[in-house]
């Protein structure tokens, strides 16, 4: 129910659908035969210009990730029992339609993935996720897809678990212990977007895990930069991503899926 309940917030929360509707709304008030409500539209009209015109030209998403993407630098544990990989963009239709592993932002998640599966051959290797959709769209699952990319990335298949059911982060944590019974002398380095990592951590930590981050796909360099453009695209996807996350943390708490709404380091 949690999981359905996110996805139909989510649509009218994320950023730019949030702009839509409220534009939308700005109109009909707009041609309200009431002056207060015509005035009260006409009013959130400006401020909606404003706002699109405030998020084309600053990097607000950025200054909005760095802190996220700056919480768990690379870790360097003196050992490694396992490592685990978080499914993140792997598109199982596109694969199904055109042949080929389309996984977009989780090529990078693979890139670290492989390169720690190497560097640490005798840790265990787990991927865990599942399709992250309402409704499925393809016959195969996100982890057949990582199957076929992992494997192009050199990555000994016979050493990964894979766990195929869960949905979300909380989910991931909880079905995949239930697989690898992690103990808690045992330190797991984690591989998920840098900017997922707090939410990431906080959901493996509650269930168990002894893990520590090694973040992939950054957006940013670490710093605030107050370099302006107009690209209003570009700084709302950043802003989308950013906020995707800031909810997350807020809700995972109130459900009580993590222990602290700020995870420490």
């Known amino acids: 129910m949690a999981f359905i309940l996110s996805k139909i917030l989510w649509m009218f929360a994320a950023p730019g659908n949030f702009l839509v509707l409220a534009l939308l709304a700005s109109v009909f008030l707009a041609l309200s035969r009431r002056a207060g409500w015509q005035a009260a539209g006409h009013r959130l009209c400006f401020d909606i210009a404003f706002l699109l015109f405030f998020i084309a030209i600053f990097p ?15 870790a360097k544990p003196d050992h490694v029992d396992g490592i685990i990989v978080i499914g993140g963009d792997e598109n199982a239709m596109l694969t199904e339609a055109r042949g080929q592993p389309s996984v977009r932002a989780s090529a990078d998640f693979y890139l670290v993935f492989a390169t720690l599966a190497r560097a640490w051959p005798q840790a265990r290797l787990v991927y865990a996720g599942g399709a992250s959709q ?3 769209l393809s ?4 982890a057949e897809v990582a199957k076929e990319a992992l494997t192009a990335y050199d990555v000994p298949i016979d050493r990964v678990t894979f766990e195929t059911k869960s949905r979300t ?21 984690l591989v998920t977007s840098a900017h997922h990592m707090p939410r990431a951590i906080a959901s493996f930590r509650k269930e168990g895990w002894n893990v520590y981050a090694a973040p992939a796909d950054y957006y940013t360099d670490g710093k605030l930069t107050y370099d302006l453009h107009f690209d209003f695209a570009s700084h709302l996807g950043e802003m989308t991503m950013a906020a995707h996350e800031y909810f997350g943390l807020i809700g995972y708490w109130l459900m009580g899926y993590t222990d602290a709404l700020w995870p420490k380091p």
Not at 139 to 142: A, Q, R, V
Not at 169 to 189: F, G, Q
Request: without cysteine; glycine residues 2%; neutral net charge.
């Open 60 to 74: 607000a998403g950025q200054w909005m990730l760095v802190p996220l993407e700056n919480r768990f630098p690379p």
């Open 134 to 136: 309402l409704v499925p």
């Open 169 to 189: 982060t909380h989910e991931n944590a909880v079905d995949a212990a239930m697989i690898v019974h992690p103990k808690p002398s045992e330190k797991w380095l």
């Open 139 to 142: 016959k195969l699952t996100n």
